[in-house]
């Protein structure tokens, strides 16, 4: 999935430059391939996915800096001249203070500090035998889990969480990706689709106008009835009004593509390709397997099966109590001087040891617990929404491959249909030439062919709009249309 995220987002870096060019025409004409090319790139969907994969990985960087390395430094100066109950005791003491040191946390839990100080001391008691005195020290402390959290175990498992999460973003990423891009290919062919039915309502006006004409001039010499006029007349004006509501459809559906591309202007898209071609039927086996090989959602789902059950083995080791095994060691050095302090450290011969082990459980451990169970029940979920979404998986992939074989059955059966309709109104056109028709019968016929047509390209676009929920469905569109 990962591989597959950023096939799809190197496509936008080598296309960087493409976009649509036509603020000097009124037409832009563009294959699906190029629109798809366009709208990888510039698709707001699109942009907000990559950026939420980006965000996905941040989170992993973010878990990771638990271990990283923290310097931390202190530098103070005290003045303290508060009375005291004895003068002898002084009444004014200067204090100086700097000091360093660096801490990590290990992969293995262990953690680590090297701590550097020295602190000036200066007071006006008559008990003070070195006046000022300088005493730098210098420690190094390890601490090591062996129960909870034992050598780091909650620590990793967190590493894994913050992957597999991130895993699941550029999923979902990658999911909305393919869903921008079956968008714009829907509302590509149903650009075509409007192409096409005003190239047709275009023909039939023209035809409806030539009708028109020929009984004008036969009216007028009286070898044809006023009826026949009229309803050729009227026939003409429904072809007008047909043909005004399809270029409506048309710039409502190039006004869709476009905002889908996220282009601007007051151009129209005209689209290459028409919807001649009818592919192969959908075998349910083969788009089965391949739907449960590929598809996100039930991919997220194991992934979040799985992340469940790391969060179950964190809750329970998390029931343990903690138990530390603690360490250090220290050199210091005392003088007057700041140098010769420093340097009694590396020359003292009685450091200082401390080893211990430190034991902490709250008694009741509600908490830990409670979410302990909690971690158990969100598995169990997890387990019951994986089998709720194979089962929607088998149901909309059978509803899909139906719907694939259902359109182009009956896209198939609508070209026959016009068939038969274009040669009846031709026939019968021949008919009226010799009088042995009449106009009403050759309108009927003319709008028998157009209902034939226009539910021949609706069954069409059908068929494409089924193809493309398929795809989608077992999550194979982008490597259907070459993305990756």
């Known amino acids: 999935m990962k591989n597959a995220l950023k096939k799809a987002l190197c496509l936008c870096l080598l296309a960087g430059g493409l976009t649509i060019s036509a603020s000097a025409q009124d037409t832009q004409e563009l294959s699906l391939s190029e629109c798809l090319t366009i709208g990888i790139i510039h698709n707001i969907d699109i942009k907000i996915a990559r950026i939420e994969s980006k965000l996905g990985k941040e989170d ?69 035998d070195n006046n000022p005195t300088h005493t730098a020290e210098i420690s190094f402390s390890i601490r090591q889990p062996v129960l909870k959290n034992i050598f780091g175990f909650i620590d990793y498992q967190t590493v894994k969480l913050a992957l597999i999460h991130a895993n699941i973003t550029d999923i979902r990423a990658l999911d909305r990706i393919e869903n921008a891009i079956a968008d714009i290919e829907k509302a590509y062919w149903e650009l075509v689709f ?10 039939l006006l023209s035809q409806a106008k030539k009708l028109y004409d020929v009984l004008s001039s036969h009216v007028k010499t009286g070898a044809a009835e006023m009826t026949e006029f009229y309803e050729a007349e009227a026939n003409m004006q429904i072809r007008k009004a047909d043909l005004l509501i399809s270029e409506k459809n048309l710039k409502n559906a190039s006004n869709k593509l476009k905002y889908l591309l996220n282009e601007e202007g007051s151009f129209l898209i005209s689209p290459t390709e028409d919807l001649t071609h009818l592919g192969k039927t959908a075998d349910l086996a083969e788009s089965m397997e391949e739907a ?35 360490g250090t060691f220290a050199l210091n050095g005392v003088n007057q001087k700041f140098t010769k302090a420093n340097r009694r450290i590396t020359t003292a011969k009685d450091p200082m040891y401390y080893g211990g082990i430190e034991f902490s459980v709250p008694l009741e451990n509600n908490f830990a617990r409670g979410e302990f169970n909690k971690a158990r029940l969100d598995k169990q979920k997890a387990i019951l929404e994986l089998i709720r979404v194979e089962r ?60 034939a047509a226009i539910s021949e390209y609706l069954a069409m676009l059908d068929y494409y709009k089924a193809l493309i929920d398929l795809e989608n469905a077992k999550d194979t569109l982008l490597k259907e249309v070459g993305l990756f």
């Open 60 to 128: 992993v960087r973010i878990t990771l800096s638990m271990f990283d390395t923290i310097a931390d430094s202190v530098v103070s100066y005290t003045d303290d001249q508060r009375d005291s109950s004895s003068s002898a005791f002084g009444t004014k003491k200067l204090i100086t203070e700097y000091a360093a040191g660096l801490s990590k946390l290990l992969p293995t839990g262990t953690e680590l500090s090297a701590d550097y100080s020295d602190t000036r001391n200066w007071t006006d008691s008559f008990f003070a």
């Open 194 to 203: 409007t192409y096409e039915t005003r190239t047709l309502r275009e023909k």
């Open 292 to 326: 449960f090989t590929a598809n996100r959602e039930y991919a997220i789902k194991k992934k979040e099966l799985k992340a469940r059950h790391i969060s179950v083995k964190m809750k329970e080791n998390s029931l343990w109590p903690e138990v530390d095994l603690v």
């Open 392 to 451: 929607k998986l088998f149901v909309m992939i059978d509803d899909y491959v139906r719907n694939v074989n259902t359109f182009k059955d009956n896209a198939e059966r609508w070209t026959e249909i016009r068939g038969i309709q274009d040669k009846k109104l031709t026939d019968e056109a021949k008919k009226l030439k010799y009088g042995r028709s009449s106009t009403k019968i050759l309108v009927d016929y003319q709008n028998d062919l157009t209902r």
